[in-house]
């Protein structure tokens, strides 16, 4: 054994003294000792090695854990009745004792978690339990768990699942503990890490333990104060996504119980914002729960009761009222604030409106139970308070036109859009009509405020939803015609303005996929002139088009051109072209070291390329529904998806046995899929002028590359684009893979 270590051992041993003031002296002795560079080394190889003949950091940890089972006992033997400075110091002692295990923990772990996490548990979880050990010890402790332990993943793979069932009961009981004395706070963000622990490490936790949950709620309301409970309410959330899947019934009851009290603790209560935020999200999954995919009924999957559609009444009145307060507050503050509203509470809205929205009623009188406690609750003589609320799409159409104040507005056109979007059948046909011609009103007004973008996306969501409608009448179709070519007219006007072009082209997009109006020759100059530079968006409406319209022969650009300024008429195939590869990229600024847009942005897989290639084709409309129709490859699919409940849903709805399969679609082979890629034939004078421009493309950045200047992304942007079109032209049968390999686009791949 090295001497630092051996100074280490006697010193560890010294701390077992029966002399309180040799102890004293080797306690500090012990500190300078654990930071010393030569003893910590050593240390940090023995726990490495887990050879247990060598002293190592967990001995260590023993021979402190004595000293402190020494030093509490002294101090729960010594004299109760004295005098206030004996009880401060005392106090002070206690305080000591904790920093020194803080301390301890800090130098064994700093590198590297070195102690056992089983030892370090117990120590805790011993303490904890122990009343003697009085606050100072217990606060201390639950601090080292929380920041030293469950803030450690390693140390998540070592704790057992009966150890993570323990914590869980343990801070839960000191949360329900009614004593000032403890720090509910702390308690509560222990009782979210464990939580996420026991669902995340184990096979979740038991249902009963619901109960702590329900309790919890329960006294936040009784107590009038909401310590700590957004850290237990999103406890609540991750436990619940969890036991949804076997226990969606208890899930759903515990939703009709806790519910109300939280809608009071909203009403009643000062809210601050991350707590708002938690408790929308618990009331979402609820809603997931009760209804998955936006079912209404029980037939169709729904969870039903009485009590659970009056929490839908008053939930959907007090968001209502949420966003007027919203909207008041950001008309009345100072300085600049955002006028839209967070996504999460406009997802809850419109889920909440796709719920209580019925056709045949426009108001109701709703009780307000949640506002009573519950002993009034249970005195059939105290009446509930009762409120007449204003339900159905007059309610969105009468907060768009009533107020032009953007703050006011912007949030009803948010909600719109989101309820649209989420589920199109909960916009009446009759209400198409109403609704576009408020939404093409506000359009005009856009240039005057932020609304601009809100407008387009609602614009969008409608375009969408319409052409999914198939019994609309001829008159109704001839007067929503009207509006949608005065649309359509506006928004191609509005695309050289960068701020809403993303907006713009989604708008027309769904237009042209909808076969709403005729796709026009003003449209076509959008892609062949200087109104806009291309981008992802812009790209990605030009896909739509190809797919639905023929594309004239020549496209006649006016005085507006400056961009892809030309010699010679070009054809409209070619143009596109032009635009696409060569915007920004004249004869005269060849040196210039800025790239063409194609090369700064990022743009779908593959987009580009498709309709590059498509547009050498004679038949272009054909090329490009071919192209769509590939499946895309399982990578750039899966990096679509994120994460949600949907699954979940789905597996609710299964147990309905409506209209489900229970026979998984299997994938086809993409060969399958496809139609016959035979029969295309190519404009070869088009296809050279696309190798022409590809070519010129590539050697302008090759000629102003720069390793200090040039982006590597700029690089293989390019380099991509040369081996796609090659790749679509080996896929549609053009070229052979042979002949691909020996162009001159592959080779400057490799330049």
């Known amino acids: 054994m090295s001497l630092a270590l051996n100074d280490l051992l006697i010193c560890c041993r010294q701390l077992e003294n029966d002399r309180a003031t040799e102890r004293r002296k080797e306690v500090e002795k012990f500190k300078r000792l654990i930071r010393d560079p030569e003893t910590v080394q050593h240390l940090d190889r023995h726990s490495d090695s887990r050879l247990g003949k060598y002293l190592n950091w967990d001995a260590v940890f023993r021979f402190l854990q004595k000293y402190i089972q020494k030093e509490t006992e002294c101090l729960r033997t010594a004299k109760p009745n004295v005098s206030a400075s004996t009880q401060t110091s005392r106090q002070k002692k206690m305080q000591e004792i904790s920093s020194l295990v803080r301390y301890f923990i800090k130098c064994a772990n700093k590198r590297a978690p070195r102690l056992k996490c089983p030892e370090l548990l117990n120590y805790i979880m011993d303490t904890v339990k122990n009343s003697s050990n009085g606050v100072i010890y217990g606060a201390d402790c639950s601090n080292i768990l929380l920041k030293d332990i469950l803030s450690v993943r390693k140390y998540w793979c070592e704790i057992s699942q009966q150890q993570w069932l323990e914590l869980f009961s343990v801070y839960f009981r000191l949360y329900l503990q009614p004593s000032q004395d403890i720090n509910r706070v702390l308690v509560a963000r222990i009782i979210h890490a464990v939580t996420k622990g026991c669902c995340s490490q184990t096979d979740g936790l038991n249902s009963k333990f619901l109960d702590f949950f329900s309790k919890a709620i329960q006294s936040a309301r009784q107590e009038k104060s909401s310590v700590g409970l957004s850290h237990i309410l999103a406890a609540l959330t991750i436990f619940l996504k969890t036991l949804a899947v076997n226990f969606r019934i208890r899930v759903c009851e515990l939703g009709d119980e806790i519910l109300p009290t939280l809608l009071y603790i909203w009403t009643q209560h000062r809210l601050n914002d991350s707590l708002k935020e938690v408790i929308i999200e618990l009331f979402q999954l609820q809603i997931y729960i009760h209804h998955p ?147 093409y009103q506000l359009l005009p007004q856009q240039r005057h405020g932020e609304r601009t973008p809100y407008v387009l996306r609602c614009l969008t969501e409608v375009a969408l939803c319409q052409g999914k409608k198939s019994n609309l009448e001829s008159s109704q179709k001839s007067d929503l015609l009207k509006l949608w070519i005065k649309i359509w007219s506006v928004t191609c006007r509005g695309i050289s303005s960068e701020q809403i072009q993303t907006e713009n082209f989604g708008l027309l997009g769904a237009i042209i996929q909808g076969s709403l109006v005729e796709v026009d020759r003003e449209f076509w100059k959008l892609f062949t002139g200087s109104a806009c530079k291309p981008s992802s968006p812009a790209v990605c409406c030009l896909t739509l088009a190809l797919t639905t319209s023929v594309l004239p022969e020549t496209v006649k650009v006016g005085r507006e051109q400056n961009i892809c300024e030309v010699n010679r008429n070009f054809s409209s195939k070619e143009s596109i072209m032009r635009w696409l590869l060569l915007c920004q990229l004249e004869d005269d600024l060849e040196d210039t070291t800025v790239p063409p847009p194609v090369l700064q942005s990022n743009f779908p897989h593959l987009i580009l390329e498709k309709i590059l290639v498509s547009l050498t084709m004679k038949n272009c409309k054909a090329a490009v529904n071919f192209f769509q129709s590939v499946p895309e490859c399982e990578k750039h699919q899966k990096d679509k998806e994120e994460p949600s409940f949907s699954e979940v849903e789905e597996l609710f709805l299964q147990t309905t046995f409506d209209k489900m399969d229970f026979v998984s679609t299997v994938r086809e082979c993409a060969a399958e899929q496809c139609q016959s890629s035979l029969g295309f034939s190519v404009h070869h004078s088009l296809k050279e002028s696309l190798d022409r421009y590809l070519l010129k493309l590539s050697e302008q950045l090759l000629n102003n590359y720069s390793s200090e200047v040039t982006n590597s992304e700029t690089l293989v942007r390019c380099s991509s684009l040369l081996v796609g079109v090659l790749g679509c032209y080996c896929y549609v049968g053009i070229i052979t893979e042979e002949e691909a390999y020996t162009s001159e686009l592959f080779q400057k791949t490799g330049s």
């Open 293 to 439: 995919k936006g079912a209404k009924t029980h037939e169709k999957g729904a969870y039903e009761s009485t009590k659970w559609q009056s929490i839908l009444y008053n939930l959907y009145d007090l968001l209502v009222n949420e966003i007027s307060h919203i909207g008041s507050r950001g008309k009345y503050s100072s300085g600049s604030r955002n006028i839209a509203v967070k996504e999460n509470l406009i997802e809850l809205m419109a889920d909440t409106c796709h719920q209580v929205f019925n056709e045949n009623i426009r108001s109701l009188e709703i009780s307000q139970s949640y506002t009573t406690t519950q002993r009034q609750s249970t005195n059939y003589g105290v009446p509930c308070k009762r409120r007449k609320i204003e339900l159905g799409w007059e309610v969105i159409k009468d907060n768009l036109q009533k107020s032009q104040n953007d703050f006011d507005l912007v949030p009803w056109l948010q909600i719109a859009t989101q309820l649209i979007s989420k589920y199109p059948a909960s916009l009446p046909t009759y209400e198409l009509s109403p609704l576009l011609l408020i939404l």
